[in-house]
């Protein structure tokens, strides 16, 4: 657990060099989220123009009992395109806790999508994912559509629906609700 609040550590603290570097150019945005009673997520974002680096945790489907297999953490790099003011496209590549090494592509993941914002407090993101999982040595692939309200300043809503499916496994559905708060 210390090793993977140190590697989030040290991705906030890049953002904060970073966004030091660009000042005016830089948007970033911290959130933590609390859902369905099992699931607390910290995710961070930092933007320069059209290119962003993402670092979040997420939590797997199923856990085989062993704390570590529940806990996945991304650092991810991408390009997002506008189409209109309130659509755009984005594609994005990274390495999560499994990373082992680029070459056999062990702990990699790979996700395209579409993010529509009809309203300034609204978001609604479809995204296709696939992750490679060195551990169990199979590939999940999934389809994730999520939504974002802004209640308040900095409360949001969170909705998150995404459909799993891996090798040799039957699809898996989940579902998740939940609040969060952006620093």
């Not at 953002?15 to 830089?26: C, E, H, I, K, Q």
């Not at 594609?91 to 806790?97: I, K, M, T």
């Not at 496994?169 to 579902?175: A, G, M, N, S």
Request: glycine residues 6%.
């Amino acid at each position: 657990m210390a090793k993977l609040l140190f590697q989030h550590s040290l991705v906030v603290a890049l953002f904060v060099v970073s966004g030091a570097a660009f000042a005016a150019d830089v948007e970033s945005e911290m959130s933590l989220s609390y859902g369905d009673g099992e699931h607390i997520q910290l995710s961070s974002r930092s933007q320069v123009k059209n290119w962003y680096v993402t670092g979040y945790n997420n939590s797997q489907f199923v856990a085989t009992g062993d704390d570590n297999d529940a806990q996945s953490w991304f650092f991810n790099g991408g390009y997002q395109h506008k189409l209109r003011s309130e659509l755009s496209l984005f594609v994005e590549a990274g390495v999560n806790n499994q990373y082992d090494d680029i070459a056999t592509r062990k702990g990699f993941n790979l996700s395209t999508g579409v993010n529509y914002q009809p309203l300034k407090s609204l978001s609604i993101q479809s995204k296709l994912v696939q992750v490679h999982q060195p551990k169990y040595d199979n590939t999940e692939h999934s389809l994730e559509l999520s939504s974002t309200y802004h209640l308040l300043k900095n409360i949001d809503v969170k909705a998150v629906y995404q459909v799993e499916a891996q090798q040799d496994k039957q699809t898996q559905q989940q579902v998740q609700f939940g609040l969060g708060y952006r620093f």
